[in-house]
């Protein structure tokens, strides 16, 4: 044959019956990756009447079951080709968990709740901090994981490719803002906003080591939003003497400096009620950390005029951590807000891996540095259990 077809992407899927080059089968929410042994001027590649690509290669993934026809199609003056054959879509043989099924990567920056959101213990590694996170967020444990300061991060997955639906949420993900009681209609209390961004297995080697593209939320455009800013955290000396402020509540100002790529310096504090190291004790031996991405503006304000009262005020739309749980809408994502890294909108078919990281640089008095928590995420596309379709 002219054309060469590879079985799923996910070597935890077998195909039912790979029959002739003109029948394949797999399961829903699976990548068939297809690809031409032949060339030409023009590809095209057809799903169903309707030309999905016009590259030499091409990912098949369908998110309902049935019968698709498949048509490929070189176009070329010399040596015209077409070929149609068949994909049968499956339900999977072992359901789906609409939750997240493995953490890849955990990678805070400095803050209070670090080395506690998860628990360090001595001789941890990054690897064991990463099963440690994975064992908070997966499924529905619901145990709230810190990403420090501004930049740090967390990458997730599911069992499953989330499908891009057109017109939907595609996901959910849980954290813990709050709206202050007194005036709740401003939404203001304890937003710690979290970026979204997301990767497609376009090489289908189950890594995240594809490109990144970020979920653009209602301030991704704003002129106060910074894109491409870096900053670098620099470890503290163990030998430096504290330096307290004269509230009371800050034991060292100066515990963790910080320069940014705006010119700026600064430092995350060190407050009384947590007094372990916020240095991530499993990169004890790397000097500094440097995070890079979108820099949201500050979003907190001290209102009493004394410094003992806080208000971080809510984004619109987009952001993790951004308003309370009981929100759904305003928690869930669409990977059809994706941009590439001049703001274009990209279109994907979907996210394997999604990344958080805590989107803005901002201290808060004895609140201590403003840092993204989050507790779960959910596949909106995949039936809970034990809840029937409607």
């Known amino acids: 044959m002219s054309i060469a077809l590879l079985a799923s992407c996910d ?75 068949k994909v049968y879509v499956l339900h999977e043989e072992i359901e789906y968990s609409p939750y997240i099924s493995q953490v890849y990567e955990y990678c805070p920056a400095p803050g209070q709740f670090v080395n506690e959101m998860p628990q360090y213990d001595d001789g941890d590694t990054a690897a064991d901090m990463v099963r440690k996170a994975q064992e908070c967020i997966s499924g529905t444990n619901d145990i709230m994981i810190s990403l ?62 594809d490109d990144w593209y970020e979920l653009a939320g209602s301030d991704y455009y704003a002129n106060t939003t910074l894109h491409n800013y870096t900053i670098t955290y620099h470890r503290p000396d163990a030998d430096k003497s504290p330096i307290p402020d004269d509230t009371g509540f800050i034991s060292d100002s100066q515990y963790i400096a910080w320069h940014d790529s705006q010119g700026s310096d600064g430092y995350v504090a060190k407050n009384i009620f947590h007094k372990q190291s916020y240095w991530p004790r499993w990169m004890d031996d790397s000097p500094s950390l440097s995070f890079n991405g979108s820099c949201l503006p500050q979003n907190g304000f001290e209102t009493s005029g004394y410094g003992s009262y806080y208000v971080l005020y809510s984004f619109d739309w987009g952001y993790v951590d951004n308003h309370p749980n009981d929100y759904a809408d305003l928690n869930s994502f669409d990977i059809s807000n994706a941009v590439d890294a001049d703001g274009y909108p990209v279109n994907l078919p979907g996210a394997d891996f999604i990344r958080v990281y805590t989107g803005v640089n901002q201290y808060c008095g004895w609140l201590g540095e403003t840092s993204t928590e989050l507790s779960r995420a959910q596949d909106l596309h995949i039936q809970l259990p034990g809840i029937p379709d409607i």
Do not use: Q
């Not at 202050?180 to 937003?191: K, L, M, Q, T």
């Open 11 to 85: 070597h935890h899927v077998d195909i039912v019956n790979l029959g002739i080059d003109d029948v394949y089968y797999v399961e829903r929410m699976r990548k068939l990756p297809l690809h031409s042994a032949f060339t030409g001027s023009e590809y095209r590649w057809t799903v169903n009447g309707k030309v999905v690509s016009t590259s030499p290669d091409y990912i098949f993934m369908e998110r309902e079951e049935g019968a698709y026809d498949v048509s490929f199609d070189i176009i070329d003056d010399a040596s015209p080709y077409h070929f149609d054959f």
């Open 148 to 209: 420090g300061a501004y930049g740090g991060y967390v990458t997730f997955g599911f069992d499953h490719t989330v499908v891009n639906v057109a017109g939907e949420y595609d996901f959910r993900i849980w954290g813990n803002c709050f709206y202050e009681a007194v005036n709740p209609d401003a939404r203001g209390g304890s937003a710690e906003p979290g970026i979204v961004m997301v990767s497609y297995d376009s090489n289908c080697n189950g890594v995240p080591d």
